[in-house]
Structures are given as structure tokens and as C-alpha cells.
């Protein structure tokens, strides 16, 4: 073979700053999402706390305790957030799995299919127990007024 004078060197082991900074990025834009949606269960569910406040009244005269209050709250708003999650991580997936192609091959390239391949069954179950844990920890606070909210008070809201 003829020599093209070009030699090949060993890879340092540093990652370029590129990947270091679309890392960075889509980090961000992911805390970001949480913390949207972790807004938007805490708007939520203040709002249904605060329509059911003369429900919640009654149900503290009848002997229901603050920690019983948070737990009916949260609960109503878990089983929520597992529909939510086993209905969204199979449509996010599908929309990866139909926008990465289009984007490599917009971008002149093929997308190896192991690239595509990423979510196994770990990733499954957490993205699904991630939608619980973000719509009971949005759901916190409002669970906790309502908890502490006087009987008298409830039962006087109309």
C-alpha cells in the first residue's frame, strides 16, 4: 500500500466540549420540564384542594385526621400521575423513535439503530414511577394546607 502521510494517534480520553456542552443542555432543559410540570400539578391540585374544602370539612368533623388528609390527597393525585405515566412513556418513545431518524437524516446521516435502541425495561419503569413522584410532589404542598385547615373554617367556606 502507498503512504497517505497521515498517522493515527491515540484518543486522550477527553471528552469534547461539544458533547460536554449538549450534555449540559439538555440536563437543563430536562430540570426544567420537571419543575413545569411540578408547577402544573401544584396549580392543579391547589385548585380541586380548594373546591373540596367543605367536603374536607366534613370529613374532619367526622374524626379524620391531618395526616389522613394529606394521604387522600396524595393518593388521588399518584394514581393520577401512573396513568399519566403509562400513557406518556409510550408516546414519548414512539415520538423518539420517529424524530431521531428525521433528524439524522436531515442532518445527511444515518442513526445507528443502537442509538435508538435506549429505553430497556429499567428505563420503562422509572420514566413511568417518575410521573407518580412528580404529580405527589407537586401535590405536597396543597396537601398540607389542607391538612392543616380548621374544621370551623371548612365548613363555613361556600
Known sequence: MAPYGVTAQPNGGRLSSTVLAMDGLATALTLMLVAVAGLGVLNTVLLDTRERVRELGIHKALGMSPRQTVTM?????????LVSGLA??????????????????????VVPPADLAVY?????????????????AGAVLPAGWAARLRTATAL???
Open 120 to 136: 430497556g425495561p429499567r428505563v420503562v419503569v422509572a420514566l413511568v414511577l417518575g410521573g407518580c413522584l412528580t404529580a405527589t
Open 73 to 81: 390527597v396524595l393518593t388521588s393525585v399518584t394514581g393520577i400521575g
Open 88 to 109: 406518556g412513556v409510550p408516546l414519548g418513545i414512539a415520538l423518539h423513535d420517529d424524530v431521531l431518524p428525521r433528524m439524522g437524516a436531515a442532518a445527511g446521516t
Open 156 to 158: 363555613r367556606t361556600e
